[in-house]
């Protein structure tokens, strides 16, 4: 790669199951020139993201031998429109490629938040990442202080938020569920979970239930499947389910886990259940903004990430991610 270069990251087929680094490829073109309007992003740090998995599989989202999409941290360094000035850090989506040309409607510049808020918090805690932790905590399982929560793939990007976030919101109990005993470890005693299993180690029901031996108030689902047959079980009556993703079935869309067999306790324990999309809840952007940066500034709470080093290793990282080799948000950083 010379210094006239830049690399994108394509899709190259449909996987049939777990994907491999056969799906993708590497292509080299010449950095392109802004036009009018646009500007010219050198990426530096990348976002990896469960999503991703789901969109291999969708021709609306990401098209063979072609680009794709992520969410992106990266440096303008050309620029033909005033309000994007060359220096500027900017948040965008076009990522998995070393250099972005984008336009004004397609960046958010990255605040000024004063020390304490590194780069990378921009796509953890406080990206999408944290948005979708907190929107779930608050506008759909409406966690209440001193209300008991469950968080499945808890030591996940998302997981990991979510923990941080419940404890400023007041949680009473918190319940995680994992993949490994290390990660166990992890959320009691980083995060400050009070409980957490490994979901390997039994039954889904029976490892919550002893975890929550008194009942939960609310959820926050990411995986679906035996988690969400479990939640349900677990729930007290009026319970709230946030429900953020599917894991469980990323890899086998063609034949789904069997939906949970206690559906009909829903309507007998007056449970919500409800999916949401982050991009729908935007506007929660400065809540969020609110209530973690102070503790961010103070060092009372740190992004939960695992980075990457080097643009080549973004396939890796993405793939390590699906097997759960991460604590927190697995990032991609330039060097």
């Known amino acids: 790669m010379t210094n006239d270069t830049m690399i994108t990251v394509q899709q190259t087929a449909r996987p049939d199951g777990f994907p491999t680094p056969g799906h993708f490829a590497f292509v080299e073109s010449r950095i392109p020139s ?34 794709m999409e992520g969410r992106t941290l990266g440096r303008v ?99 995680g569920s994992t993949g490994s005993a290390r990660k166990v470890a992890y959320l009691t005693e980083e995060i400050g979970f009070d409980a957490a299993f490994d979901h390997h180690e039994g039954p889904v029901a029976e490892l919550l239930a002893k975890a929550a031996p008194d009942g939960l108030d609310a959820v926050l689902d990411g995986v679906g499947g035996d988690h969400l047959e479990a939640s349900i079980a677990s729930l007290r009556e009026y319970g709230r389910i946030a429900w953020v993703g599917a894991v469980a079935q990323y890899h086998s869309l063609s034949t789904p886990p069997p939906a949970p067999r206690n559906l009909f306790d829903l309507v ?34 740190s992004p939960d990430v695992t980075e990457v080093r080097g643009f080549a290793h973004i396939v890796d990282a993405f793939l390590g991610m699906l097997r759960g080799e991460n604590l927190g948000k697995m990032l991609v950083t330039a060097a």
């Open 34 to 67: 802004p036009g009018p309007g646009t500007a010219l992003v050198e990426n530096l740090l990348w976002s990896v993201d469960p999503y991703h998995r789901e969109a291999m599989d969708d021709d609306a989202l990401w098209t063979l031998d072609s680009p």
């Open 77 to 175: 360094l050309d620029s033909r429109d005033p309000s994007l000035r060359p220096g500027d850090l900017v948040l965008h989506r076009k990522g998995w490629r070393t250099h972005a040309l984008v336009a004004r409607d397609e960046v958010r510049p990255v605040p000024d938040l004063g020390p304490g808020v590194p780069p990378a918090a921009h796509l953890s805690i406080l990206g999408g990442t944290g948005l979708s932790a907190y929107v779930g905590l608050t506008r759909i399982a409406r966690l209440q202080p001193g209300e008991d929560l469950f968080v499945s793939a808890a030591a996940g990007g998302v997981g990991t938020a979510a923990g941080r976030i419940a404890r400023l919101l007041g949680a009473g109990r918190l319940v």
């Open 268 to 301: 007998e324990k007056s449970i919500r259940l409800e999916g949401f999309l982050v991009r729908n809840h935007m506007d929660a952007q400065e809540e969020l903004y609110d209530l973690v940066v102070p503790h961010l500034r103070s060092g009372a709470l």
